[in-house]
């Protein structure tokens, strides 16, 4: 059984960094593709984020292009965001996701519990 454990949410002022880590735990993880989503208060989750575990390729959701960035430590099976420059809109519960199959093949397979990331204006 897969496990994503995140961390490193908190309150932060709009301008700031914040880097969440989500890292895996499992007898046998071998991800396609790993990656974030947030839900924002009173709405939807949404898409952030993702890599290619093999290749590294990323995506973007366009709102966090320039700001956020996605990186890999495959020897631990850890997942990082770096997020610059905050906005208040950033605020909400980031999930760290991992899927098995490719990015548009599959879904999403394994969910972390999240990690609430607050931006105050």
């Known amino acids: 059984q897969v496990q994503l454990v995140e961390s490193g949410g908190g309150l932060v002022q709009a301008g700031d960094s914040l880097r969440l880590s989500c890292t895996a735990s499992g007898r046998t993880f071998s991800p396609s593709f790993m990656g974030w989503f947030r839900q924002a208060p009173g709405k939807e989750r949404e898409f952030v984020t993702l890599i290619r575990w093999a290749g590294g390729r990323t995506n973007y959701t366009d709102s966090v292009k320039g700001r956020f960035t996605i990186s890999r430590a495959r020897a631990t099976n850890t997942v990082y965001l770096k997020m610059d420059s905050l906005k208040p809109e950033d605020t909400g519960v980031y999930y760290c996701?991992?899927?098995?199959?490719?990015w548009g093949d599959g879904g999403v397979d394994y969910w972390g519990k999240g990690t609430l990331v607050t931006v105050s204006s």
């Open positions: 996701a991992a899927g098995r199959l490719a």
